[in-house]
């Protein structure tokens, strides 16, 4: 009789429970009914022990480790200290088959079936709601736990590996293709609609952003002077025989005349298409650069849209390195390649790498063997770009070259290298990249460090010259205050000097005060004196005027 234990994993840690009459209730078809009644999944499923992990990032590496199927020495601990030493005894249930593989492997006797995966289903009910009474009765919020798990685990597998901008060229790749399909479709409406105006221009121009420029600058041809206006046809155009053609055939058109409100919608649809072509040469810098720092040598074989497909059809560049030659062949021709096994027919020789100029120039009997030659090199070439510590376009070129020579090997029978000697050729100019990257990263260094001794001696040298100040300002303080104790001590003096020159004079000075006193006092006097004589005169002018008034009045 062989006994169960159930590894019941979650985000707080791991449990380890017991299952008794597990052969009675394995073999029931109503087993989902039994264990979904609490009380007699408690009679079947008892609590053995329980290990939470003490930090977050605890919590975090053992979650990474069950996902990539391994188990930690954490968990390995706790399973060899509460589980039976003799291991032929008991039988281990587990949920992850990937983890179930790893210690069987180990030596444990490992279950995992669909009554177990029910036993754990009840688990998740039953156990996460009294996770606290096993946590030294502490508080614990199992969802925030999650959430928090879920998190982080979420950061790890997107900084698994920074360098590789790969999803920012999938999106890429895709706004280009949409934008490509409505520039074609917008332009051919401008075209269309604008022909009924002036027909000849759409023979002569044929680049769709330069037309819609020139619907902008012409507008009504009758209105137009090409004449004068030749230069600025030759602006967008940058052809002097294009803009001459368009002034000559302008005056032989056999276009009709177009409204304002025609007009209006022809140069505002034909202004949108200006945009949309502008906002996709932005992206395709783009999209060159990111291809540059992520798969050099891909983008060297094979172009940028070509490249970037192939990233985006994989998912990443990590998965096109995985992929085998033989499907990086038919990326694209999936359901060709099912209608053929259904039909059984012939399988497609190649998907996306048909677009490639390697396959157009060899002839049709050869494009089988040139597509699976050229996926060949792409599949090397991705898996060097996303596993070399220093991606360069070595490789990429040997690649091209090879490709070439191939070419040349099946149409007219030219000999071939060697594989050997074209990978010594990549890796020599690989190898001497590197000396110059690392001389360079060197020279950065040096830079760096006489960059911070200039900075140190510039802080030693700020420092000098603070403490000089301080101590000059210390100094200038003690003058200071010598000076005014000298000061201080010579104005005592002085004090002295003078009270005693007071204490003489002083008699003299309040004679000299009382008579100056004396004399204000008499000046008052007189000025008293003054005022009143003022003051009666002008009543005896008053009274006089009164006076010849009256005698006036009299008369």
Not at 391 to 406: D, I, M, V
């Amino acid at each position: 009789m062989k006994k169960l234990y159930l590894l019941f994993e979650c985000s707080a840690g791991y449990f380890l429970l017991k299952v008794e009459e597990w052969e009675q209730i394995g073999t029931n078809e109503n087993i989902e009914k039994k264990i979904l009644d609490p009380d007699i999944f408690h009679q079947i499923v008892h609590f053995c022990s329980f290990i939470s992990f003490e930090t977050a990032e605890r919590a975090l590496d053992n979650l990474i480790n069950i996902n990539e199927g391994k188990a930690t020495e954490f968990l390995l601990n706790f399973l060899e200290q509460n589980l039976p030493n003799n291991k032929n005894k008991y039988e281990l249930g587990v949920t992850d088959l990937n983890l179930g593989k790893f210690l069987s492997n180990i030596g444990f006797n490992v279950i995992h079936n669909n009554n177990i995966l029910e036993l754990f289903r009840a688990c998740r009910q039953f156990y996460l709601k009294k996770i606290s009474t096993y946590v030294n009765n502490i508080d614990i919020d199992i969802k925030n736990f999650n959430i928090g798990l879920g998190h982080s685990y979420s950061r790890s597998k997107l900084k698994l590996d920074p360098r590789k901008q790969d999803k920012s060229i999938i999106n890429s790749i895709a706004t280009i293709e949409s934008l490509d399909k409505n520039i074609n479709l917008f332009s051919m409406r401008v075209i269309e609609w604008y022909s009924w105006h002036f027909p000849e221009l759409k023979k002569i121009v044929t680049d769709v952003c330069m037309y819609c420029k020139l619907v902008n600058l012409i507008k009504i041809k009758e209105n137009f002077d090409f004449e004068n206006n030749k230069e600025k046809i030759n602006e967008i155009t940058q052809n002097e025989e294009m803009t001459e053609n368009i002034s000559k055939v302008a005056n032989l058109s056999i276009g009709q005349e177009l409204t304002e409100e025609d007009l209006n919608n022809i140069i505002n649809f034909s202004k949108e298409v200006i945009n949309l072509s502008n906002t996709r040469n932005i992206l395709w810098n783009y999209l060159d650069k990111k291809l540059n720092i992520v798969s050099p040598n891909l983008k060297e074989l094979l172009g940028n849209t070509l490249s970037a497909r192939l990233i985006s059809h994989a998912g990443s560049l990590v998965n096109l390195a995985k992929c085998p030659s033989s499907s990086i062949q038919i990326f694209g021709s999936e359901k060709a390649l099912f209608n053929s096994l259904k039909g059984n027919k012939k399988t497609p020789k190649y998907g996306i790498l048909y677009n490639s100029s390697y396959i157009s120039k060899t002839p049709l009997a050869l494009k089988g063997r040139m597509s699976r030659y050229l996926s060949c090199k792409s599949a090397m070439a991705a898996r060097i770009d996303s596993f070399s510590d220093y991606p360069t376009n070595s490789y990429g070129l040997t690649f091209k070259k090879q490709l070439e020579h191939k070419i040349l090997h099946m149409i007219k029978g030219v000999k071939l290298s060697k594989n050997i000697d074209y990978i010594n050729e990549a890796e020599q100019i690989y190898q001497k990249e590197i000396s110059t990257m690392e001389k360079d990263k060197d020279l950065k260094k040096v830079k760096k460090e006489l960059k911070k001794k200039e900075k140190k001696k510039e802080k030693k040298e700020k420092k000098e010259k603070k403490k000089k100040k301080k101590e000059k300002k210390k100094e200038k303080k003690e003058k200071i205050k010598r000076e005014d104790i000298n000061e201080g001590e010579e104005k005592n003096n002085e004090t002295e000097e003078i009270k005693k020159k007071i204490d003489e004079e002083g008699e003299e000075k309040e004679i000299d005060i009382l008579k100056r006193k004396e004399l204000k006092r008499v000046k008052k006097e007189e000025k008293k004196k003054k005022k009143k004589e003022k003051k009666e005169k002008k009543k005896k002018k008053k009274e006089k005027k009164k006076e010849k008034k009256q005698k006036e009045i009299g008369k």
